[in-house]
Structure formats: structure tokens, C-alpha cells
């Protein structure tokens, strides 16, 4: 069976063990280059990306010829339509109207069992 928290060192291969796997120093640095590649440039990739929508939003609706962007056609994502009943049919739609469906049922049963109550308490009270 391995060992998953083992560490260990190997001076003839030249790898570390670490949590059941080898690593070269070639490996081992690679990964380190990217992991910190990545933690550096993340802000920035992020402001880029940001500049990038607010002036795809920015632009007026329908006005230009580049019609590749949401924005730029004005046209409504899939699925985010209004239902008959006024609500949106967006992520979790289905989710909401079982959900007030439930409890709309639970609402009536807990009802009909009170009026239940009410009469058999009412044909006590009479005799």
C-alpha cells in the first residue's frame, strides 16, 4: 500500500516524494513557474478582461455593424424570457415554481386539516 503523506528525498534519482509521487527538480520547478506566473498575472489578466466588457456594454444597442456581442444586438439570452405568469425563466425557474407549488400544497393540506379539526371539534361541542 502507498503511503499518501509520505516525504522523502532521493539523492541518486534526484526526486522528492510527496504525497505518493515522485518529482524531478525539473518537475518541481515548472510547476513552481507557473504557479507563480499565474499569481502574478491574474490581477492583471482580470483589469484587462474587465476593460474589455464595460466597453463591450458601454457601446449603444443596435448601432453598430459588429453584431457579434450581446450587447451590440440587444438580444436577451436564452432562456430569459418572461413565463405567462410574469416571472423569468432564467437558471432555477423550474426550481422556484416546484418549490411554491409545494408549498402551496402544504398550505391547502394544513387548511383542510384545520377545517377537519373545527368540524370535529363543532360535533363535540353540540352534543
Known sequence: MVDHFSFGF???ARTVTLLGREYSLATFLRTTIFLC???LLRPYLLKLSGKFQASDHARD???DDDE???AATGKVACGAEEDSDG???GWGAKA???AR???QRIMEEEREADEHEDKELE???ED
Open 10 to 12: 532521493d539523492i541518486d
Open 37 to 39: 506566473g499565474y499569481l
Open 61 to 63: 444597442v443596435g448601432n
Open 68 to 70: 457579434e456581442s450581446p
Open 87 to 89: 416571472e423569468d425563466q
Open 96 to 98: 422556484r415554481r416546484r
Open 101 to 103: 407549488a409545494e408549498r
Open 123 to 125: 360535533a363535540l361541542l
